[in-house]
């Protein structure tokens, strides 16, 4: 949580402000505030002038992005879990067309950061299909706000439960959104196998 407010605040939104004076020293007289400068009050979600990155649905005009966000994320943020072959593999499995293709079904969200897209999910059904954060912009809380918006359009579909097959660089974060693993799956990607882990999560929509 540190790191992502340290890196919230590194690059704020082009129009933010400071919303804190700094913290006057604690013996300092109180200061006498002009009534016409009584800052006004507060908006009703402070954070929202500091978020750097918002959460919309996929559009057309990203999809020439999505592409390198999907290849960036396997080849520098899985390298830890996977080894060249692997991410090489993992990575040629979608080209420009089959990622068009496999987008247009369900739900797909995605995250930009300025001008920049830096993250996008999909879910189809009750399958978390895909989750890709661009490294440079990892562990400030993208894949979680992806993650959480499709997991509130499940919820209104009544969905009881969701699954992924979720990669190694992904196990603990989907254990961090409420995951449990019902075991280790090799998925093959032209010949080449990877290793990832089924996981499902109880939603409670019993019907
Ligand atoms: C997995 C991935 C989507 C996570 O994206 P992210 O935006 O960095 O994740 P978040 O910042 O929302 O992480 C939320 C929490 O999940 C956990 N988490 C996320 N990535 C983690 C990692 N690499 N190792 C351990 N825990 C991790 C942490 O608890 C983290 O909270 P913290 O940063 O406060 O400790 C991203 O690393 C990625 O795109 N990886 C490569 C592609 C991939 O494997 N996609 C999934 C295919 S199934």
């Given amino acids: 949580m540190l790191q992502w407010l340290r890196r919230l605040f590194q690059g ?10 700094p ?4 013996d300092a007289p109180p200061v006498e505030t002009p009534q016409s400068e009584v800052p006004a009050p507060p908006p009703a979600d402070p954070m ?11 559009e ?6 999505l592409l390198g966000v999907f290849r960036d994320a396997i080849q520098v943020g899985s390298a830890g879990e996977y080894d060249q072959q692997q991410r090489d ?18 739900e797909t969200v995605v995250a930009q950061w300025d001008d920049e897209l830096v993250g996008f999910a999909q879910r189809i059904a009750d399958n978390i299909n895909m989750v890709y954060v661009h490294p440079d912009s990892a562990r400030v809380g993208i894949a979680t706000l992806l993650y ?10 009544g969905i009881p439960s969701l699954i992924t097959h979720a990669s190694l660089t992904a196990l603990e974060f989907f254990r961090f959104m409420g995951f449990d693993s019902e075991g280790e799956e090799q998925a093959d990607r032209g010949g080449v196998n ?3 882990h089924l996981m499902r999560k109880s939603l409670g929509n019993f019907q």
């Fill in 89 to 106: 593999a993992w990575s040629r499995g979608q080209n420009y067309d089959s990622l068009i293709s496999l987008l247009s079904e369900g």
């Fill in 48 to 58: 929202a002038p500091f978020l750097p990155f918002q959460i919309r649905p996929l």
């Fill in 23 to 26: 913290r006057p020293e604690d």
């Fill in 148 to 157: 959480q918006h499709l997991e509130d359009s499940a919820r209104v579909e």
């Fill in 12 to 21: 704020p939104a082009k129009d933010a402000t400071p919303q804190q004076a």
């Fill in 194 to 196: 990877l290793k990832r």
């Fill in 60 to 65: 057309v005009a990203d999809l020439n992005r």
